[in-house]
């Protein structure tokens, strides 16, 4: 070492703080676009919670229309198939891949050796207050004691139809320990001042693994309000499920948006060339569409959400339970019919099921594919 080492090991130390000082501080990286101050925005639409005036030109228009008008027939239901469903629950690897529609968007899938429910509502009413609000038009399909030991719950948003919090407090008080519950950001104080633990809520694309499934959130285009003063306080989505066997798309409420193309683009690469095996797309409470299209799709732009996701088939759900809005509670199977066929998709490809029915479902690669 030369005398004069430590004199160039002190300079050139100095010369590396003033590099670093120089440098400019990284900069926060900018919030994502649908954080906005608090608050949630879609990514395709800016949307405004509907305010008075248009609320009550809506039930004006109602009432002088005398709609929703009384459906001709009850919403069919079957008894489920229980054995069934209890024996495939402990299954494993085993497990075939079924989904039962329990009633509006609540429904059992098993997938993936897990037993996954679907924005669970239980309760006579969607509504804030036991005494008022929508009335059930059918029991569940499967009563909260007959389900099968529940591993995760998906939450989509918080409105009262799909964020049901005596149903989340029955589950996370099931025999054998609480689910998982996965809710969008904002949602899990709710829950969790309620006394539910397990929870953990997700951003747009953010992700979490059980038990070998990936559970991914997504953008879909709808909102959030409990009531008047939380509008757009918590975000909303859909959820995409990645199993070895299975991958499934639940869209919770959603207008129609790009947001599907980019749900496909995405995960197609893992998906390889193939889409979901399974999406749960919402086909109702979609009346009158001056009001409801920003959030809610018709059955015809359902039928392009599962066209824009190369869905192999679809279940549609969120119908025929609650009545929320101008079209018969038992229009959307028929609507949902005209649009296939406008479409020339085959029957087989996008279907709705009797409340109780499961559908058992071929593994990813294996069995035909619905016709397109
Ligand atoms: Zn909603
Ligand atoms: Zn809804």
Redesign the pocket.
């Known amino acids: 070492m030369t005398p004069c080492s430590p004199l160039r090991a002190l300079l050139g130390l100095l010369m590396l703080c003033l590099a670093t000082l120089a440098r400019p501080a990284p900069a926060e990286p900018a919030p994502p676009a649908h954080h906005r101050d608090g608050r949630f925005q879609n990514q395709y639409l800016e949307f405004a919670p509907p305010g008075l005036l248009r609320l009550m030109r809506w039930r004006w228009d109602a009432a002088r229309a005398g709609v929703p008008r009384p459906p001709q027939a009850p919403t069919p239901r079957v008894a489920a198939d229980l054995a069934f469903l209890r024996a495939n629950a402990g299954a494993g690897a085993a497990m075939v891949p079924t989904a039962t529609w329990i009633g509006h968007?609540t429904v059992l899938v098993q997938m993936g050796g897990l037993n996954v429910l679907t924005d669970p509502i239980f309760s006579e009413r969607a509504s804030p207050l036991s005494w008022t609000g929508p009335l059930r038009a059918q029991p569940p399909g499967l009563a909260l004691a007959e389900l099968p030991r529940i591993d995760a719950v998906l939450v989509s948003h918080d409105?009262y139809?799909?964020c049901d919090l005596p149903s989340l407090k029955a589950l996370a008080a099931q025999p054998g320990g609480p689910p998982l519950f996965l809710v969008p950001l904002g949602l899990k104080a709710l829950l969790e001042d309620a006394g539910i633990t397990h929870v953990v809520e997700l951003d747009w694309w953010q992700g979490r693994s059980l038990q070998g499934v990936d559970i991914v959130m997504t953008p879909v285009q709808h909102w959030s309000a409990r009531g008047l003063a939380d509008r757009l306080r918590s975000l909303w989505g859909g959820w995409a499920l990645f199993a070895a066997d299975f991958h499934l798309f639940f869209a919770g409420?959603t207008g129609y948006s790009p947001d599907f193309a980019d749900i496909h683009a995405r995960f197609a690469p893992r998906q390889g060339g193939f889409g979901f095996d399974l999406a749960l797309l919402p086909v109702g409470?979609y009346e009158p569409r001056w009001f409801m299209k920003d959030q809610h799709v018709n059955p015809e732009e359902a039928v392009r959400i599962h066209l824009d996701l190369a869905a192999r088939r679809t279940l549609g759900i969120?119908w025929g339970t609650f009545e929320l809005t101008d079209e018969p509670l038992d229009e959307p199977p028929r609507a949902l019919a005209a649009a296939r066929r406008a479409r020339g998709l085959a029957d087989e490809s996008f279907v709705v099921t009797p409340i109780g029915q499961t559908l058992r479902l071929p593994r990813r690669g294996t069995g035909p594919v619905a016709g397109q």
Do not use: G, L
């Open positions: 968007a409105h139809d799909h409420d409470a969120h």
